[in-house]
């Protein structure tokens, strides 16, 4: 499995968070996807759930603090958005084409991630098969970003890449890792 580094770049708007950096690797081997992320900072001015006993699947994750990937298949329309919430909660969308089509994926009955906040660091980190949506021998696009929510309300948006105008995790033109 080769693994590679990332680094996810703020969306440019009024009121940036200069002091958070957000980084993580990717990989996969064969029907298996590693994926982790490291947001650094001052772990106080953002908000994150607390951990939840009952992880459940859960709609509108993106609504807080949620750290998120889209899944494409190299020559097909179809892809998927996978949902994780620090508290544990998760989801998994099936769209068609662009925003077309949005079904929960059943597929997944649950998400294998866990988290690990501390000081100054908050770790999430997943290993997941994909044997139940996408073929070994599939190529396939990434894209790799996260919602954070400031404790004052605030949404930011962190993504490889910001195509558009507006913060779009589900433009195709940002799904720019190739496993």
Request: contains cysteine.
């Amino acid at each position: 499995m080769s693994v590679r580094s990332f680094s996810l770049e703020q969306f440019r708007s009024a009121g940036l968070l200069p002091d958070l950096e957000l980084t993580g690797e990717i990989g996969r081997c064969s029907d298996t996807l590693s994926l982790s992320y490291a947001l650094l900072g001052p772990m106080e001015e953002i908000s994150i759930a607390e951990p939840s006993a009952e992880r459940a699947r859960r709609n509108s994750l993106w609504e807080g603090t949620c750290f998120e990937f889209f899944l494409g298949a190299e020559s097909s329309d179809q892809y998927w958005e996978f949902n994780l919430s620090p508290a544990g909660h998760w989801n998994v969308y099936r769209f068609k084409a662009y925003r077309q089509g949005m079904q929960e994926e059943q597929a997944f009955t649950s998400l294998p991630f866990s988290v690990l906040i501390r000081p100054g660091v908050l770790r999430l980190s997943l290993a997941l098969g994909l044997d139940r949506i996408i073929r070994a021998e599939q190529t396939l696009r990434v894209g790799i970003s996260a919602v954070i929510k400031t404790t004052y309300g605030k949404l930011t948006y962190w993504a490889l890449a910001h195509p558009g105008p507006q913060p779009d995790f589900h433009r195709r033109d940002s799904f720019i890792v190739e496993l």
